[in-house]
């Protein structure tokens, strides 16, 4: 029996298909904006405030493993019901929220750990979702992206392994726009058409790779033609790659790199 702990984006519903297809016995614990699962009888609508109803269910399905999948936003606090364990655990889930949202997960986590509650990988059951170093279109790039490309690097390197920050732009040795809370394709909106710059999506350093991937897919790849971007940067093993093979089609049709370091 495994625990799915659901939230928001395309990635959640590839988790859910997967485990079906390998007939693993599961319930969802469904944290998305729109109640999007309530439909799966296996799924049940628990509000995060409720931390020992979430735990007791855990516990009842006799359930040693759970994940995490897909953007869980950051809730509105003071309009939450606690209940016992919720008053208990919840101050910590708050001063999380400060950091950002992959924090509020990671605080979850812990809360699930002190429970004797184990979180595996996101992609344990979707181990061909990430793609291996490499270049993956006939487009490479060249001395200066790749100059650029370290440069991005290091800049992730150094911030907080819970900020929200899993984009941004570089162009000529220089970084242009960084990702806020409201995601990768806001951030690429504010840039002025046909930029030139690369986009550089990959976790922070050090950071809990359980939970909160970098994810990209065809639109991904739609964006940076739109915004006039060279090409898209990803970290092996380690981002959420959809729709793979229309992906790099498009990628090699519009002339777009994809390097993967």
């Not at 799924?43 to 735990?55: A, E, L, M, T, V």
């Not at 209940?83 to 990671?106: C, E, L, N, T």
């Not at 750990?113 to 059951?125: G, L, T």
Request: proline share 3%; with cysteine; charged share 30%.
């Amino acid at each position: 029996m495994i625990g799915l702990f659901l939230g928001d984006t395309d990635f959640p519903e590839i988790v859910l298909k997967k485990i079906k297809k390998l007939k693993k016995k599961y319930f969802i614990i469904d944290f998305s904006k729109n109640n999007k699962f309530h439909k799966d009888k296996n799924s049940h609508r628990i509000s995060i405030g409720k931390f020992g109803k979430i735990i007791n269910l855990i516990k009842e399905k006799n359930c040693k493993k759970v994940l995490f999948a897909g953007k869980i936003a950051k809730p509105n606090f003071a309009s939450l019901r606690l209940d016992f364990k919720g008053i208990y655990y919840m101050p910590s889930v708050i001063r999380a929220s400060k950091i950002g949202d992959a924090a509020i997960i990671k605080s979850i986590i812990d809360i699930l750990a002190n429970e004797s509650i184990k979180v595996i990988s996101s992609i344990y059951f979707n181990p061909e979702l990430p793609l291996k170093k490499g270049n993956y279109t006939k487009t490479n790039p060249n001395k200066n992206d790749n100059n650029s490309i370290k440069k991005a690097q290091n800049y992730f390197n150094k911030i907080n392994n819970l900020d929200h920050i899993q984009a941004l732009v570089v162009k000529d040795e220089k970084i242009i726009a960084t990702e806020g809370r409201q995601g990768t394709k806001k951030m690429l909106s504010k840039l002025k058409k046909n930029s030139k710059g690369i986009l550089i999506k990959l976790p922070k350093n050090k950071q809990d790779l359980r939970m909160d991937l970098p994810t990209v897919g065809l639109q991904t790849l739609k964006d940076v033609k739109k915004y006039g971007l060279k090409g898209l940067v990803l970290k092996s093993k380690k981002n959420i790659f959809l729709d793979k093979k229309e992906a790099i089609f498009f990628a090699n049709k519009n002339k777009i790199f994809i390097k993967v370091i």
